[in-house]
Nanobody, 126 residues
């Protein structure tokens, strides 16, 4: 049974930093991507970043490039999202997700992900 548990959210001032963690258990051998999405109130869930599990390639949304960094600890099956230079528009619930057999061209679409965590709130406000 796949479980994804996010942690590390909170309230931070603009320009500040947070690090989110996603502890994954039960990942099957055919997991293709483990990534991050976010959803702000009244908006659709949007892609943030994802890691191609077998090769380690990392992909980012244009809105977070240069500010966010995703890494993984394969031994711990944990994925991290280091968020720097946070802006009020980064405020959202952040979700970790895992895709089984997803193809590269679909990596930014929530529909390509099979498992989701419960989400962690990130609020950027002064």
């Amino acid at each position: 049974q796949v479980q994804l548990v996010e942690s590390g959210g909170g309230l931070v001032q603009p320009g500040g930093s947070l690090r989110l963690s996603c502890a994954a258990s039960g990942l099957p051998f055919n997991v293709r991507f483990v990534g991050w999405f976010r959803q702000a109130p009244g908006k659709e869930r949007e892609f943030v970043s994802t890691i191609r599990w077998s090769g380690g390639n990392i992909y980012y949304a244009d809105s977070v490039k240069g500010r966010f960094t995703s890494t993984r600890d394969s031994a711990k099956k944990t994925v991290y999202l280091q968020m720097n230079s946070l802006r009020p528009e980064d405020t959202a619930v952040y979700y970790c997700a895992a895709s089984l057999g997803g193809i590269l061209s679909q990596r930014e679409f929530p529909s390509a992900y099979n498992y989701w965590g419960q989400g962690t709130q990130v609020t950027v406000s002064s």
